[in-house]
């Protein structure tokens, strides 16, 4: 069983930056990043196909959030620039082994591993 763990999560100003990590104990064929704010639904934020380094983001993050992955480490990293107090939320991390050989999913029934979550918060 794959076994994630997220870091780089902490507390920032608007307008901030903040890098998140998350280490994977295998190989994996997706990874993405959701994330979940009290009292709402959980949302995908970003996601990585490593076949291809395709990516896909939601329309909120666009532009102020950049993922990646080194492959070398099994690593995925989430780069949030521009950070607004609408941004606060828990962040999972989380991957598929399997290959549904399409563009990154933000769909959570897509994931079957999740890391316990790093939070982040943002104030104005």
């Known amino acids: 069983q794959v076994q994630l763990v997220e870091s780089g999560g902490g507390s920032v100003q608007a307008g901030g930056s903040l890098r998140l990590s998350c280490a994977a104990s295998?190989?994996?064929?997706?990874m993405a990043w959701f994330r979940q704010a009290p009292g709402k639904e959980r949302e995908g934020v970003a996601a990585?196909?490593?076949?291809?380094?395709?990516?896909n983001y939601a329309d909120s993050v666009k532009g102020r959030f950049t993922i990646s992955q080194d492959n070398d480490k099994n690593t995925l990293y989430l780069q949030m620039n521009s950070l607004n107090p609408e941004d606060t939320a828990m962040y999972y991390c989380?991957?598929?082994?399997?290959?549904?050989?399409?563009?990154?999913?933000?769909?959570?029934?897509?994931?079957?591993?999740w890391g316990q979550g790093t939070q982040v918060t943002v104030s104005s």
């Open positions: 989380a991957a598929s082994r399997i290959d549904w050989a399409s563009s990154p999913p933000l769909r959570e029934d897509k994931y079957n591993v």
């Open positions: 295998a190989y994996t064929y997706y």
């Open positions: 990585f196909r490593r076949r291809g380094s395709y990516t």
